[in-house]
């Protein structure tokens, strides 16, 4: 079968029906890490790929935001476990051309981000390649009981932390400019896009007071993310269109009611996480501490009813859950 | 400057020099392997790359053997530190065009190894990209001090484990068939070049039994990688080109007399290591328990001496000290 029907999930799939669970791994291939067992302890492995003319184009982005995103997405891995970054192994492929200039301005961005989160580079390889790509893996520690996507009930509270859709508008942004919006909702919608802040506090926090049941992180849009949760947790979701957290750049970008980029466009690298109702206050009381934006969007229903996001009137939005899919031909 | 005038060598130098070795750190940058600690233990940590048209071409190789190979050189950067390999992460960009099947072939070579040695594939990440690559990343156990590249001594012997030079002559026959060879030699040759064993179980005695002080594998050719420890060590090296282990199959089709793809050919992934003199005879028993080859081929001399091969003669046998490197021209 041709890779571009099969798809990126169908192909993880396989691999992940075909290979055996060994021996010290507590969660294997399908999260957004994975956990392990070392020696005397444990840890938490994620991996992943940013290639020019798939992940980013240099027309975009600069190589030190590159490198900083390159940190930011697989810490949010680690994050959407309740885990925290340790260590850097960063491979790179990269074209001939380039000066050592700018493998230099990508290592820039990598330690800027790097230093203030207590990662270390601690090794990978280089090569020549036609083409940049990125390759990284992030160890992290798992000083609590990671949380996976597998574990939502029927009558749990859906949230998400931050605002959702503005990275998706900076990457609109960076291809046409909009004249209706000011200088600084720009500036906003594009720091959000070239420099995502993965929740790394909230995730942690969740996980240490057992609030999170189940949660993961919104590469993908928040529809696609929010399928992988139902499935892994076998439920169905009814999602609220008005309780989206939109930035005001969003909205003065987007209008109030186009909440399509909010759903589904990706790279938000906010957390999507579903808790008990009882837990209501204690979540609400968690922003104050951490200083982030903490929503309710939705609720987890029993699988056979699907995922439905309900307008203001009560009106079914329809939608096909789509997103990124790297193989598929569009 | 140019990347192809700095060298990768020179670019992992710049990163290395430029990175502050952080909290947690036992060895960044610069052996086969990070040693770090983990909340409770330490891990090793070893990164990959493969690249189609650099590092292997489809033409003469198989995706099978391609996985298999993936597993093995990292499994080998993790026997060069005398640790155990435990956890691979597989990110891997593919071309639309490939088949479903493609993919699954080069996954059962992985799996192949990965079972006989105890390792999980636990995760990674997969992306249609021009042309097929490879980024492994394999976390390891290190029951035992990890031994790195920097613990030599003047006065240390030299030993190798195996056979040099296969690898590349199993190359060399692949473009170029030789008439002179038996079936057999050439399957031997082919089969080195395509299915390297790691030397995981002589790597972790040697780190068990303290008798390695230093160790490196040789994937760059053995000059180079000598020239690593010489380095990291700051000591210089005298081999005896006529000790140097050169099966039979090598010997029928380079001739007595050529030692070149012994000395720098690259892709052995056998150990190379220094010990003290006084453990020779401990080191020559270990041969029968291992069942592996272990070949004295020289001595740790002072930096200023640099690197020398002699004949069966005593004379110097020049060379310059070449090898892999991806970025510089040729």
């Not at 992940?55 to 490198?67: E, I, M, V």
């Not at 969740?206 to 139902?230: P, V, Y």
């Not at 209008?255 to 466009?265: P, Q, V």
Request: hydrophobic share 40%.
């Amino acid at each position: 079968m041709k890779l571009s029907r099969l798809g990126e999930f169908g192909l993880i799939e396989r691999v992940r029906r075909t290979t055996a669970q060994g021996r010290g791994v507590n969660l294997g291939i399908g999260d957004d890490a994975a956990w392990v067992q070392t020696r005397s302890g444990s840890c938490l492995l994620t991996a992943d790929l940013l290639i020019e003319g798939v992940h980013f184009d240099l027309k975009w982005t600069s190589l030190y935001a590159l490198g900083h995103k390159t940190l930011a997405v697989n810490m949010s891995d680690i994050a959407a476990m309740g885990g925290t970054p340790a260590y850097l192994l960063l491979s790179l492929g990269i074209p001939a051309t380039f000066e050592s200039e700018d493998v230099e301005e990508f290592y820039r961005g990598i330690r800027s981000l790097a230093l203030k989160s207590g990662v270390s580079l601690v090794g990978g390889d280089t090569s020549v390649a036609k083409s940049l790509f990125i390759s990284a893996c992030l160890v992290g520690d798992a000083p609590y009981r990671p949380i996976t996507r597998g574990g939502a009930q029927v009558g749990d509270d859906i949230y998400v932390t931050g605002t959702l859709g503005d990275s998706a508008l900076g990457l609109r942004l960076l291809k046409r400019k909009s004249p209706k919006l000011t200088q600084r909702a720009a500036k906003f919608l594009l720091s959000r896009h070239h420099f995502p802040t993965a929740r790394v506090q909230a995730g942690a926090t969740l996980a240490r007071e057992k609030l999170a049941r189940a949660m993961i992180d919104i590469s993908d849009g928040l529809l696609q993310d929010l399928d992988h949760i139902c499935k892994a947790s076998r439920i169905g979701a009814v999602l609220a269109e008005e309780t989206l957290p939109l930035s005001a750049a969003y909205r003065s970008l987007a209008g109030h009611d186009g909440t399509g980029h909010a759903l589904a466009g990706g790279e938000d690298y906010e957390l999507l996480f579903c808790a008990r109702r009882r837990d209501r206050s204690r979540i609400e009381k968690l922003q104050g501490h951490l200083n982030v934006p903490i929503t309710r969007i939705g609720t987890c229903v029993p699988a056979r009813y699907g995922m439905t996001v309900l307008d203001r009137k009560g009106q079914r939005i329809s939608f096909r859950a789509r997103g990124h899919d790297h193989f598929k031909q569009r």
